[in-house]
């Protein structure tokens, strides 16, 4: 079911999205709207299939909420357009020409802002950090700057999500992942960080040619295993995707718990370790 959108990043503007995407959004939104007589707020969450050279993006309707979302104080104190005070009167009777507000898609700001989920997974003890269906956020920060790249930085520093500019990364990858991530990992590796791998992490890593110091994940084969590593702080960052599996997902489970107590970034999404790496090597830009 993929990870709650509660526990999901937002951009505004959507940085992404093409003419045609922004058209169509606004298309189906105003449709739906009116198809259901909304007055008041409402909230839609759309999927995109990107589109080729040769054939135009798909958008998709995932649902359709009659009421508020988490992300309407983000997108008010962007805009400036009071959203609650504007959607109330208009229940109360008073449309948005009275109100001095027209239709269709606010003009950008020339800025860019992103919503960032806050955790307390190291105040929740026995928790799993790995995100799914369920909302496990209990809060949001928000970064603002005109670039992606600096917005980026500052959402994720106050979400506690920033790596440190120099430092080391404890990596324990997925099969599935391998490929997607090995990336991120040259990259973090061209920056100078150490990287610690679990033992099949670490022999896609070395296949790639780059150092990396194997750490066993099985906690009663000997010391430093993963958890020592944290512990010790020899690492000030994790990254782990989940495999299948109960002995796996016990396994990543440590890891996870021993990142949250020692509060340091733990990724178990590589969308945003992604995003992390390249505010780390971009944000100061």
């Given at each position: ?116 989920p806050v955790f307390s997974m190291s105040k929740l003890l026995g ?136 509060r340091i970034p733990c990724f178990t999404s590589l969308d945003t370790?992604?995003a992390a790496v390249e505010a780390l090597v971009n944000g100061g830009?």
């Amino acid at each position: 079911a993929g990870v709650h959108s509660g526990d999901s990043m937002a951009v505004y503007p959507g940085v992404n999205l093409t003419a045609q995407e922004i058209e169509t959004l606004i298309d189906y939104t105003i449709r739906i709207g009116v198809g259901l007589k909304i007055k008041g707020l409402m909230n839609i969450q759309f999927v995109i299939m990107p589109g080729s050279a040769t054939q135009e993006s798909s958008v998709y309707v995932l649902e359709v909420n009659p009421r508020s979302s988490r992300t309407i104080p983000f997108i008010s104190k962007v805009t400036g357009v009071p959203m609650v005070n504007v959607a109330t009167k208009v229940m109360l009777g008073k449309s948005l020409k009275e109100q001095g507000y027209n239709t269709g898609l606010w003009k950008e700001q020339k800025l860019i802002a992103i919503k960032a989920p806050v955790f307390s997974m190291s105040k929740l003890l026995g928790v799993d950090t790995h995100l799914g269906p369920e909302m496990k956020s209990t809060g949001e920060v928000m970064g603002i700057d005109y670039t992606f790249g600096a917005a980026l930085a500052k959402a994720l520093l106050a979400a506690g999500l920033m790596l440190l500019p120099q430092g080391a990364i404890l990596l324990s990858i997925a099969d599935r992942d391998k490929p997607e991530a090995l990336p991120i990992i040259r990259k973090l590796s061209s920056i100078g960080y150490k990287l610690y791998a679990t033992e099949g992490t670490t022999a896609m890593i070395e296949a790639a040619g780059l150092p990396v110091k194997i750490i066993t994940k099985k906690l009663s084969e000997g010391h430093p295993n993963v958890v020592d590593v944290i512990n010790r702080g020899t690492v000030n960052g994790v990254l782990n995707t989940v495999t299948g599996g109960r002995i796996p997902l016990r396994d990543g489970f440590y890891i996870r718990r021993a990142a949250a107590e020692k509060r340091i970034p733990c990724f178990t999404s590589l969308d945003t370790a992604r995003a992390a790496v390249e505010a780390l090597v971009n944000g100061g830009q």
